[in-house]
C-alpha cells in the first residue's frame, strides 16, 4: 500500500523558518514533490527530487526553499526559510512512479499526501 504522510506543519510568525517532511512507503518512486493550496488558490508546484538525484524548484521558492531527501528514511524534506504570511497554505507531498513530461504539472503525481497546514502570521 502506497503511503505519503506529511509531517512538521504548523503556525509560525513571518521571517521564520520551518521544516516539513514527506515519509514515503509502498514502492519507489521516479519523482516526489512539494505542491502547496492556499485557500481560494489553485495548488501550485514548489520542488521536486527525482530518481537521478536531481532537484527541481519553482523559481518563486528558490533561494527560500530546500529540499533534500533521507534515503535511509525514504522521507524528503522541504526546508522553508523568510517564510511570509502568502507562504500560508496546506503543503502536500506528491509522487509518481514513472518517467514525467512536466515536473510542476500535479496531474502528473498519481499519489498524494494528505497535506499539512503551514500558516504564517504577520
Known amino acids: 500500500q502506497v503511503q505519503l504522510v506529511e509531517s512538521g506543519g504548523g503556525l509560525v510568525q513571518a521571517g521564520d523558518s520551518l521544516r516539513i517532511s514527506c515519509a514515503a512507503s509502498g514502492r519507489d518512486f521516479f519523482v516526489i514533490g512539494w505542491f502547496r493550496q492556499a485557500p481560494g488558490k489553485q495548488r501550485e508546484f514548489l520542488a521536486a527530487?527525482?530518481?537521478?538525484?536531481?532537484?527541481f524548484y519553482a523559481d518563486f521558492v528558490k533561494g527560500r526553499f530546500t529540499m533534500s531527501r533521507d534515503n535511509a528514511k525514504n522521507t524528503v524534506s522541504l526546508e522553508m526559510n523568510s517564510l511570509k504570511p502568502e507562504d500560508t497554505a496546506v503543503y502536500y507531498c506528491?509522487?509518481?512512479?514513472?518517467?514525467?513530461?512536466?515536473?510542476?504539472?500535479?496531474?502528473?503525481?498519481?499519489?498524494w499526501g494528505q497535506g499539512t497546514q503551514v500558516t504564517v502570521s504577520s
Open positions: 506528491a509522487a509518481a512512479p514513472g518517467s514525467m513530461t512536466r515536473l510542476e504539472d500535479e496531474n502528473e503525481y498519481n499519489y
Open positions: 527530487f527525482t530518481i537521478s538525484r536531481s532537484t
